[in-house]
């Protein structure tokens, strides 16, 4: 375990020999109790789900982000959500990829996605942003689109002619509530994989 990591407010050269080969998985989500149920949040519970699985606390906020370490098989792990807002998410994730000297391919997103049925699941090693505010804005960031992300559908088949911003803000229907644990928790089974059978396995698993 990283001593550097744990101090509230660590720079750079704080962190100890070797802090390139931490993995940071960062979901995405909005902070605050008016977002905690919506559909944009949905990053966020996964990763707190994965906080809850791994034994990891999330007790840091700094980097424009709470966060928390520890391991998931031999992997040393930063599991981080931005408190930046989703749309600028970057400032998040450039800010902890500098702080451990790690380059984009060590970020894993955990994003939501519009364009997927709810509860559909795409991983992917990198690829465009599509129309996602919150990729384009690490992309941006970080000045590669080559991270790792989890999509995770929150609803191909929304109402025609709903505005994409109150659609996204809106908290899941009745139906879907029920189905949302299962959800989560394949989820971040999904994203355990990723370390624990390789992004190909993984991606054979889940993608459907």
């Not at 424009?64 to 408190?83: D, F, N, R, S, Y």
């Not at 009745?174 to 394949?186: F, H, M, P, V, Y």
Request: charged share 25%.
């Amino acid at each position: 375990m990283a001593i550097g990591l744990r101090r509230r407010r660590v720079g750079p050269r704080s962190l100890p020999a070797g802090a390139s080969t931490w993995r940071v998985v960062m979901g995405l989500g909005n902070p605050g109790r008016r977002y905690r149920g919506t559909r944009h949040n949905l990053g966020y519970r996964v990763v707190d789900e994965l906080a809850r699985r791994l034994g990891i606390r999330l007790r840091q906020r700094s980097f424009h982000a709470q966060w928390g370490t520890g391991k998931v098989g031999m992997e040393e792990l930063i599991l981080a959500k931005p408190l930046t807002y989703v749309n600028r998410s970057g400032q998040a994730a450039s800010g902890l990829l500098e702080a451990t000297g790690g380059g984009a391919q060590r970020l894993r997103v955990i994003a939501d996605d519009v364009n997927l049925e709810v509860g559909q699941l795409r991983l992917r090693m990198k690829g465009s942003a599509g129309g996602h505010k919150g990729l384009r804005s690490i992309a941006e960031s970080t000045g590669s689109h080559g991270f790792a992300r989890l999509r995770v559908g929150i609803g191909a088949d929304r109402p025609g002619g709903e505005d994409l911003a109150d659609y996204v803000l809106g908290e899941f229907e009745r139906e879907e509530q029920a189905r949302l644990d299962g959800i989560i928790s394949t989820a971040a089974d999904a994203v355990e994989a990723v370390f624990s059978e390789g992004m190909a396995a993984a991606m054979n698993r889940f993608n459907r």
